[in-house]
């Protein structure tokens, strides 16, 4: 492979690159014969057979002779995970969606023969119970705006002439031919991008204090430490783009004056590890790394650390220890990773996000400038309670992995400043399932949940934390009213006690006698004192653990404590759980509904249900394991919980 | 050593570990502590370099892919290599969840039990497991040696929730049935094998 050594050969590239993705660029003519079929080839899809969909995708265009007009090609994900494996035909924009292996030859006979949509696997929206062929036109796709998650499912992944045909590394190539490294710090300044890893540190603030450290070896590293159970983001990044966070990389390696870079990323995401690691070495092939890129006389290169299941190293103390090949354990701060002493081998370190990285090469190629008026907003209440808003210079799109009782599984991109009620109802596409919603979860464990009250709160790291969440790496469980609200704060707490480091007090013994407080609450032996007692010792843990993961691990009781207070009561007091989840709180009984038709009792796995055909049949309570068997598989609904 | 449920998974080396081990490294040790050298080996360390410990999670990774597990020989035997002591390795090992100290089963069922997952019922489908494999998850395998269950947090396939894998095959949208056939089937598999 020739190497890029100038920015005039990567414009070369680019130029011979380009026509690549002529077909699926929006405005593309439809009346060709050529046609680009893209199938999501990320963990999620991968799951679902999406190889053997397109290798008989493939195998068909070949039957049909059609190979030299139509590209079978593995991108990244669409977001829409909850449809997958999706085929996405361009240029005609067709999305069909839930494709087995077997659908491949109507795929290919009907839709690129003939010329007809293959019906029966076009996406229908749930708000509408319509039809949708144009995936632009969709609910779920009209109100985002995919900035990190530009060439997700656009690009072959495993590509990086893709990654250059859609205008990859010309970032770098500006910021090492036409910006001095200040430049470049001040460019994402302006930019007003904020840590999208949840704490909201301004990006260019953090590489200005870097920048200023005056050292001869210094790091810039990439957090892939994804540990918010229930947000793939940047899974879904480093599987689809894993190029833009190498180029990211190297422009904040510039920017600070760091010649090495490392990723550290979880052994739980093997595809990503890969994929990366194939990107880093295409880039070193092309001279995209490694010594003097593109003739400047920079040096950068990349290598990848692997985690080994610890939540606690995303906090970047933590991660830089277990880099080291030390406990994960967090460390206070200052000093900060930054200073001398702080950082990766006493280094000066910056770390950032995924999530961030990837939206750093769009922002050096279009300007600040550009990317500070997209969702650019403060969002403050005024006296009548209505959110204004006004510029903030905090800016940008932010991703959410949308889960839990929502109809649109997947992942979705919007503006800073987008209500909560859009992403859930119109982007979501509303509760799965004809159920009512009760809360959202934002966050994770370090976050809390937000109610139907709060549903029009606009995105905004400062609005999510007034009342009471925080915007976190952007997982977003929906909960409907089956969920138990004290069951997900024993949930999140049974995640942060079994993730506490154990190095400080609160946190270590802290969490344990929380979670043992809710499992009380939860089996219905607690007291309306054990409620005074949580209340008390989370405030307690909030303001006196070592590090975020303590601090934070209240968080869920707190927030379900002060908008659930009535659930918490009814499973103390009454011993009752309103959704129906503790399994120690209710009984299943058989009503008089039952028609007699045997299926419940042949679905019970502890033979608990005795009684003849046509004649109504009964629960032995004391051998029933509360499984739900019977519930799920009664015709007549006539198994209820009491 | 608190963490990981506070069951003392740093103590683990043991004697009751330090017995399995002997019985369970004899047959075919020499092959696999060859292949752990040579990786090792491969990665060019100076044991003089104080940085040496950065790589020790990487070798770590590679001996439990190797072996299946850490017991305490093979914890020794990468701190020789790395020139550290017993207790550094083992500090490390028993703060990761993602290492074990005991063998695992034949089949490692992994069930998914983050935020996406859980509220999808993926607690109804790993109570089931526990109950028909008659094991807990994150402890010892079946005692036929087939099977062990890993709760996990978060293989990204939120899609799909609940999920649930069986030695890296991905099950979407698992039940509580969907588990006990997929378990049944690989019993019978085994039977007849």
Same mark, same amino acid.
């Not at chain 1, 290169?301 to 299941?309: E, R």
């Not at chain 2, 100290?101 to 019922?121: F, H, N, R, S, W």
């Not at chain 2, 395998?141 to 062990?148: I, K, M, Q, R, Y």
């Given at each position: 492979?020739?190497?890029?050594?100038?920015?005039?050969?990567?414009?070369?590239?680019?130029?011979?690159?380009?026509?690549?993705?002529?077909?699926?660029?929006?405005?593309?003519?439809?009346?060709?014969?050529?046609?680009?079929?893209?199938?999501?080839?990320?963990?999620?899809?991968?799951?679902?057979?999406?190889?053997?969909?397109?290798?008989?995708?493939?195998?068909?265009?070949?039957?049909?002779?059609?190979?030299?007009?139509?590209?079978?090609?593995?991108?990244?994900?669409?977001?829409?995970?909850?449809?997958?494996?999706?085929?996405?035909?361009?240029?005609?924009?067709?999305?069909?969606?839930?494709?087995?292996?077997?659908?491949?030859?109507?795929?290919?006979?009907?839709?690129?023969?003939?010329?007809?949509?293959?019906?029966?696997?076009?996406?229908?929206?749930?708000?509408?119970?319509?039809?949708?062929?144009?995936?632009?036109?969709?609910?779920?796709?009209?109100?985002?705006?995919?900035?990190?998650?530009?060439?997700?499912?656009?690009?072959?992944?495993?590509?990086?002439?893709?990654?250059?045909?859609?205008?990859?590394?010309?970032?770098?190539?500006?910021?090492?031919?036409?910006?001095?490294?200040?430049?470049?710090?001040?460019?994402?300044?302006?930019?007003?991008?904020?840590?999208?890893?949840?704490?909201?540190?301004?990006?260019?603030?953090?590489?200005?204090?870097?920048?200023?450290?005056?050292?001869?070896?210094?790091?810039?590293?990439?957090?892939?430490?994804?540990?918010?159970?229930?947000?793939?983001?940047?899974?879904?990044?480093?599987?689809?783009?894993?190029?833009?966070?190498?180029?990211?990389?190297?422009?904040?390696?510039?920017?600070?004056?760091?010649?090495?870079?490392?990723?550290?990323?979880?052994?739980?995401?093997?595809?990503?590890?890969?994929?990366?690691?194939?990107?880093?070495?295409?880039?070193?092939?092309?001279?995209?790394?490694?010594?003097?890129?593109?003739?400047?006389?920079?040096?950068?290169?990349?290598?990848?650390?692997?985690?080994?299941?610890?939540?606690?190293?995303?906090?970047?103390?933590?991660?830089?220890?277990?880099?080291?090949?030390?406990?994960?354990?967090?460390?206070?701060?200052?000093?900060?990773?930054?200073?001398?002493?702080?950082?990766?081998?006493?280094?000066?370190?910056?770390?950032?996000?995924?999530?961030?990285?990837?939206?750093?090469?769009?922002?050096?190629?279009?300007?600040?400038?550009?990317?500070?008026?997209?969702?650019?907003?403060?969002?403050?209440?005024?006296?009548?309670?209505?959110?204004?808003?006004?510029?903030?210079?905090?800016?940008?799109?932010?991703?959410?992995?949308?889960?839990?009782?929502?109809?649109?599984?997947?992942?979705?991109?919007?503006?800073?400043?987008?209500?909560?009620?859009?992403?859930?109802?119109?982007?979501?596409?509303?509760?799965?399932?004809?159920?009512?919603?009760?809360?959202?979860?934002?966050?994770?464990?370090?976050?809390?949940?937000?109610?139907?009250?709060?549903?029009?709160?606009?995105?905004?790291?400062?609005?999510?934390?007034?009342?009471?969440?925080?915007?976190?790496?952007?997982?977003?469980?929906?909960?409907?009213?089956?969920?138990?609200?004290?069951?997900?704060?024993?949930?999140?707490?049974?995640?942060?006690?079994?993730?506490?480091?154990?190095?400080?007090?609160?946190?270590?013994?802290?969490?344990?006698?929380?979670?043992?407080?809710?499992?009380?609450?939860?089996?219905?032996?607690?007291?309306?004192?054990?409620?005074?007692?949580?209340?008390?010792?989370?405030?307690?843990?909030?303001?006196?653990?070592?590090?975020?993961?303590?601090?934070?691990?209240?968080?869920?009781?707190?927030?379900?404590?002060?908008?659930?207070?009535?659930?918490?009561?009814?499973?103390?007091?009454?011993?009752?759980?309103?959704?129906?989840?503790?399994?120690?709180?209710?009984?299943?009984k058989i009503t008089d509904a039952c028609i007699g038709c045997t299926k419940c009792k042949?679905n019970?796995?502890?033979?608990?249900i005795?009684g003849?055909?046509k004649q109504k049949h009964?629960?032995?309570?004391?051998?029933?394991?509360?499984?739900?068997?019977c519930i799920d598989g009664c015709p007549k609904k006539a198994i209820v919980?009491? | 050593?608190?963490?990981?449920?506070?069951?003392?998974?740093?103590?683990? =080396? &043991?004697? /009751?570990?330090?017995?399995?081990?002997?019985?369970?490294?004899?047959?075919?040790? +020499?092959?696999?502590?060859?292949? @752990?050298?040579?990786?090792?080996?491969?990665?060019?360390?100076?044991?003089?370099?104080?940085?040496?410990?950065?790589?020790?999670?990487?070798?770590?990774?590679?001996?439990?892919?190797?072996?299946?597990?850490?017991?305490?020989?093979?914890?020794?035997?990468?701190?020789?290599?790395?020139?550290?002591?017993?207790?550094?390795?083992?500090?490390?090992?028993?703060?990761?969840?993602?290492?074990?100290?005991? =063998? &695992?089963? /034949?089949?490692?069922?992994?069930?998914?039990?983050?935020?996406?997952?859980?509220? +999808?019922?993926?607690?109804?489908? @790993?109570?089931?497991?526990?109950?028909?494999?008659?094991?807990?998850?994150?402890?010892?395998?079946?005692?036929?040696?087939?099977?062990?269950?890993?709760?996990?947090?978060?293989?990204?396939?939120?899609?799909?929730?609940?999920?649930?894998?069986?030695?890296?095959?991905?099950?979407?949208?698992?039940?509580?049935?969907?588990?006990?056939?997929?378990?049944?089937?690989?019993?019978?598999?085994?039977?007849?094998?």
């Open positions: 492979m020739k190497k890029i050594t100038s920015k005039a050969d990567l414009m070369a590239m680019y130029d011979a690159a380009k026509g690549r993705l002529a077909l699926r660029l929006a405005g593309a003519k439809t009346d060709s014969k050529k046609k680009d079929i893209l199938i999501c080839g990320d963990t999620g899809c991968l799951v679902s057979n999406s190889q053997d969909i397109i290798a008989n995708l493939r195998a068909e265009v070949k039957a049909a002779g059609l190979e030299n007009d139509v590209n079978v090609i593995q991108t990244g994900c669409f977001g829409f995970c909850a449809q997958g494996p999706i085929v996405k035909i361009m240029p005609d924009n067709v999305f069909y969606v839930k494709v087995t292996p077997e659908d491949a030859k109507e795929i290919v006979q009907k839709h690129i023969v003939e010329h007809k949509l293959v019906d029966r696997l076009v996406y229908v929206e749930p708000t509408l119970k319509a039809q949708i062929t144009d995936c632009q036109q969709m609910p779920f796709y009209k109100k985002q705006q995919r900035i990190a998650l530009r060439n997700c499912g656009v690009i072959a992944e495993e590509n990086i002439d893709e990654y250059i045909a859609a205008e990859g590394f010309q970032g770098l190539a500006k910021a090492l031919t036409e910006m001095k490294p200040a430049d470049v710090v001040q460019e994402v300044l302006d930019s007003g991008i904020c840590g999208r890893g949840g704490a909201g540190f301004p990006t260019g603030m953090k590489w200005k204090i870097a920048a200023g450290v005056q050292a001869d070896e210094k790091y810039i590293v990439c957090n892939a430490d994804e540990g918010d159970p229930g947000a793939f983001m940047d899974r879904s990044i480093m599987e689809g783009d894993p190029c833009s966070i190498i180029e990211a990389m190297a422009i904040g390696g510039y920017a600070i004056g760091a010649q090495n870079g490392l990723v550290y990323i979880r052994a739980e995401y093997p595809l990503a590890v890969s994929r990366l690691q194939l990107a880093i070495d295409q880039a070193r092939e092309l001279g995209l790394l490694g010594k003097n890129i593109m003739g400047t006389g920079f040096n950068f290169d990349i290598n990848i650390k692997l985690g080994a299941g610890a939540f606690v190293c995303g906090e970047e103390t933590a991660l830089i220890h277990s880099m080291e090949g030390l406990r994960g354990e967090p460390t206070t701060k200052p000093p900060f990773p930054a200073n001398i002493g702080g950082g990766y081998w006493g280094c000066s370190t910056n770390v950032n996000n995924v999530e961030t990285y990837a939206s750093i090469p769009i922002i050096i190629r279009k300007g600040a400038a550009w990317y500070s008026k997209i969702g650019n907003w403060n969002c403050e209440r005024d006296e009548n309670g209505h959110w204004v808003k006004t510029i903030s210079g905090n800016a940008g799109t932010k991703v959410f992995a949308l889960a839990g009782q929502v109809n649109n599984v997947g992942l979705v991109e919007v503006p800073m400043g987008t209500t909560l009620r859009e992403i859930i109802f119109e982007i979501g596409g509303g509760i799965a399932g004809g159920r009512e919603f009760k809360a959202v979860q934002t966050g994770g464990p370090s976050g809390g949940c937000i109610t139907k009250e709060n549903l029009d709160t606009p995105i905004d790291y400062g609005a999510l934390v007034k009342i009471g969440s925080m915007m976190g790496s952007g997982g977003m469980i929906v909960l409907s009213d089956k969920d138990c609200m004290p069951a997900m704060a024993k949930f999140y707490l049974g995640f942060t006690k079994d993730e506490s480091c154990g190095k400080c007090t609160p946190c270590r013994i802290g969490t344990r006698r929380m979670l043992e407080m809710l499992e009380k609450i939860c089996d219905g032996t607690a007291t309306e004192d054990t409620l005074v007692e949580l209340e008390k010792l989370a405030n307690t843990i909030r303001d006196t653990a070592l590090c975020g993961l303590g601090q934070t691990a209240p968080n869920p009781i707190l927030s379900t404590m002060r908008y659930f207070k009535d659930e918490y009561i009814a499973h103390v007091r009454d011993k009752k759980c309103p959704a129906g989840t503790c399994t120690k709180l209710y009984t299943l042949r019970c796995p502890v033979g608990a005795t003849e055909a009964v629960i032995d309570v004391n051998k029933c394991i509360k499984c739900g068997a919980k009491e | 050593m608190p963490p990981k449920n506070g069951e003392g998974k740093g103590l683990t =080396p &043991k004697v /009751k570990g330090k017995n399995m081990c002997e019985c369970k490294l004899s047959e075919g040790a +020499k092959a696999k502590f060859a292949e @752990l050298d040579a990786f090792i080996d491969g990665l060019g360390i100076n044991v003089k370099d104080d940085r040496r410990r950065g790589y020790l999670i990487q070798v770590l990774h590679k001996a439990q892919e190797i072996f299946g597990y850490l017991p305490r020989e093979v914890q020794k035997h990468v701190a020789d290599k790395l020139a550290l002591t017993e207790a550094q390795v083992s500090g490390v090992v028993s703060f990761y969840n993602y290492f074990t100290t005991e =063998p &695992k089963g /034949k089949y490692i069922i992994d069930i998914c039990l983050g935020t996406a997952c859980y509220v +999808k019922g993926s607690e109804t489908v @790993l109570n089931e497991l526990e109950r028909v494999l008659g094991i807990k998850a994150d402890a010892a395998p079946t005692a036929d040696g087939l099977f062990s269950i890993n709760a996990l947090r978060c293989v990204g396939c939120c899609g799909l929730a609940p999920v649930m894998r069986v030695n890296g095959k991905v099950y979407g949208k698992v039940t509580p049935a969907i588990a006990r056939t997929v378990v049944e089937e690989i019993k019978a598999k085994e039977a007849n094998a």
